[in-house]
């Protein structure tokens, strides 16, 4: 298990171009899409998903684990 310096940091995968980034996970409210700071695609959750993190996110959004 890697040591996360901020439980509140997670790490967004671009599905176009790969990039990673890093994002504060929000608190309270869903995150339905991002814009990737490599491409500048916005990128939406897929369908299911409440939010971006839960798809391409290293971790799921703190809504869906509570
Ligand atoms: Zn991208």
Redesign the pocket.
Known sequence: MIKTPNPLQATLT??????GQQSTLPTGACMPFYV??????M?KAKDGDCCVFCSYGDRPCPLKSS
């Open positions: 671009c599905p176009k171009c790969g990039h990737c700071r490599n491409c500048k695609a990128i």
